[in-house]
């Protein structure tokens, strides 16, 4: 038997967890003599009038009980910051769906006209594209998703995830296709073969080609990530030439270096050469050479310049989302939520291109005001369309 003070043991009705014992200054009853029986569970003992005797059974129930509600507090503890998560959750899906409710806005006022801003296209029907130009959508049957690829906006590691998805590429250490994407060599994912676009379809559905790619359209989520046009430029100068690329100095850069370089006799054979010698394209050149008209006559632009509303059509293609990647990580977090497809994996947390929109003018600076100005009109249906502001830094 266990012996407990009354003085400890002494609570009022309204604060013990417990049946109480009934302290003789309350209200509730008759003060009680030592020699009374309080209970049937508690006896007056004989030796003493200062302590009660609780049995251990009504002990040990008092203490589970209080463990049991300590332990309901703690649970709904839990549910309350729960619940608090999913409510800052919903709150920063809601701003994330307005804003991508905002960037398709923006595409349909441009593509109806509105923003008085034409370009070829604008009013075409998507039947009337040529194959050719649909090589840059991307379609995953599996899942449901088509992704129309713009180069040097995170493309590299779209594919990886279209890879992974599509499970098309088998890892060698393990014979059996990639699950993550950043294991993927991101050297393979540019491999056309790996990548089902709708250019291909012709030759896999015949006749039906165009009928299947209405059908995709309308029930696939599509989307797309774009950054400023500029930027871009910058960015993919920068990695095409600011460096030997044998593939583009010999396509476009000895082109540049003989048209526009002043270049006397004949140019080093390769990349490294001509590297080796100082001889390699200005950036101004590069300008040159995207204003002048004799360059789309000769071939259309390179998917590394060329424009996205030529690459990804999106007055024909209506794109349930539209990334940027000035907000990459936030951006692919809800992308892929909305893909559901989040669980399966993540996307690849690499360094990124670190072209940075505040390099504008410095690059810019040797560039003479008319040739930006021209340079801002042929890339203008692309800073309405994707909601960048004109650079009034550089065309100033």
């Known amino acids: 038997m266990l012996v407990a003070s009354a003085s400890t043991h002494c609570r009022t009705p309204n604060t013990s967890r417990f049946n109480p014992i009934p302290c003789p200054w309350t209200t509730a009853g008759p003060s009680l003599s030592t020699s009374t029986q309080i209970s049937s569970s508690f006896t007056a003992p004989t030796t003493t009038s200062s302590t009660k005797v609780i049995p251990e059974d009504t002990r040990a ?11 309901e507090e703690k649970q709904e503890h839990e549910k309350m910051e729960t619940r608090e998560d999913e409510k800052k959750e919903r709150s920063h899906t809601s701003v994330n769906d307005r804003e991508q409710e905002r960037r398709k806005q923006r595409i349909m006022d441009v593509c109806s006209g509105e923003d008085t801003v034409e370009f070829p296209g604008r009013t075409r ?30 493309c590299t590691n779209w594919k990886r995830v279209m890879v992974v998805l599509s499970q098309s590429l088998i890892s060698p250490s393990s014979g059996k296709p990639y699950t993550d994407p950043e294991a ?81 006799g004949s140019l080093p054979d390769t990349a490294a050469e001509a590297f080796a010698a100082g001889i390699k394209p200005t950036f101004q050149q590069f300008i040159t050479y995207l204003l002048d008209p004799e360059t789309e006559r000769e ?50 947390s690499g360094a990124r291109n670190r072209t940075a929109a505040s390099w504008e003018r410095d690059w810019f600076a040797q560039i003479p005001i008319t040739m930006r100005r021209e340079l801002y009109k042929l890339y203008e249906p692309d800073f309405k369309l994707f909601g960048y502001p004109k650079p009034d830094s550089v065309l100033h």
């Open 61 to 71: 129930a008092a203490g589970k009980q209080e463990q049991e509600e300590e332990e």
């Open 125 to 154: 029907p998507f039947e009337q594209i040529p194959n050719r130009e649909l090589d840059h959508l991307i379609v995953d049957d599996t899942h449901q998703i088509i992704y129309c690829y713009v180069p040097k906006v995170a």
């Open 184 to 264: 993927v060599p991101p050297d393979l994912v540019h491999n056309s073969t790996l990548h089902l676009t709708f250019a291909k379809f012709w030759r896999h559905y015949g006749s039906l080609s165009r009928h299947l790619m209405a059908l995709k359209l309308q029930r696939y989520t599509k989307f797309l990530f774009v950054r400023d046009p500029f930027v871009r430029l910058i960015s993919a100068f920068r990695n095409k030439f600011g460096r030997p690329n044998e593939d583009f100095y010999k396509q476009f850069g000895s082109v540049m270096l003989r048209r526009y370089g002043n270049v006397s």
């Open 299 to 348: 071939s259309i632009f390179n998917e590394h310049w060329r424009q996205v509303y030529r690459l990804c059509h999106p007055c024909q293609v209506k794109y349930d989302f539209i990334g940027r990647l000035e907000t990459l990580e936030a951006d692919a977090d809800h992308l892929l939520k909305l893909l559901e497809v989040d669980h399966l994996l993540h996307f690849p």
